[in-house]
C-alpha cells in the first residue's frame, strides 16, 4: 500500500464545527509489567502528550462527541483561555494527521477506529483575518497564518 503511517489532514476536516477543550494537557506515559513508566517520546524525541477535546459537531452522538487527541512537544503545550463566559475554550490544532487502526470491539467483531496526532495547538483563527494568540509546544507568540 502508498499510505505507510500518519495521513496529514486540515483541522477543518476532522471537525468542521469547532473543538472545545475539556481537559487538561497530559502526559502520555508508558507502561512496563503493569507499572507505569516514563513519559513517552515520538520518533523525533518530542514528549508525547494528550489532551481531551469535545467534537462540536451537532450530529456527534455518544462517545464520538469526546476525542483525544496526542500532541508531539518539546515541552507541555498550553491550551487557549476561554472566551467570555464558555467555560471551555475553543482550539485548533496544527499538523494534525489521523492514523487509522482496527480494534476489536467484540469476540470476533471488529471496527476501524483512528488516533489523532497534533505537533501543537492554538486559539481559532478570527473569522475576520485579525491576529490570534497561538500556543503551539507551549510558547506565546503573535500569529496570523499558520
Known amino acids: 500500500m502508498a499510505v505507510r503511517g500518519p495521513i496529514p489532514v486540515e483541522f477543518g476536516q476532522v471537525f468542521p464545527h469547532g473543538a472545545y477543550v475539556t481537559s487538561e494537557v497530559e502526559p502520555m506515559y508508558g507502561f512496563v509489567d503493569g507499572q507505569r513508566g516514563a513519559?513517552?517520546?515520538?520518533d523525533q524525541d518530542r514528549l508525547l502528550w494528550q489532551i481531551t477535546v469535545l467534537?462540536?459537531?451537532?450530529?456527534?452522538?455518544?462517545?464520538?462527541?469526546?476525542?483525544?487527541?496526542?500532541?508531539a512537544a518539546k515541552h507541555q503545550p498550553i491550551p487557549p483561555a476561554p472566551v467570555g463566559d464558555n467555560p471551555?475554550?475553543?482550539?485548533?490544532?496544527?499538523?494534525?494527521?489521523?492514523?487509522?487502526?482496527?480494534?476489536?470491539v467484540m469476540q470476533g467483531r471488529f471496527k476501524v477506529a483512528y488516533?489523532?496526532?497534533?505537533?501543537?495547538?492554538r486559539s481559532p483563527k478570527p473569522a475576520t483575518g485579525g491576529s490570534s494568540t497561538s500556543t503551539?509546544?507551549?510558547?506565546?507568540?503573535?500569529?496570523?497564518?499558520?
Not at 55 to 65: L, Q, V
Not at 88 to 104: D, K, M, N, R, W
Open 39 to 42: 513519559q513517552q517520546f515520538d
Open 55 to 71: 467534537d462540536a459537531d451537532p450530529e456527534a452522538k455518544g462517545a464520538s462527541k469526546s476525542v483525544k487527541v496526542k500532541l
Open 88 to 104: 471551555f475554550p475553543a482550539v485548533e490544532f496544527e499538523g494534525l494527521s489521523i492514523t487509522p487502526y482496527v480494534t476489536e
Open 115 to 121: 488516533s489523532l496526532r497534533a505537533s501543537g495547538l
Open 136 to 146: 503551539s509546544n507551549g510558547s506565546q507568540k503573535a500569529s496570523a497564518a499558520a
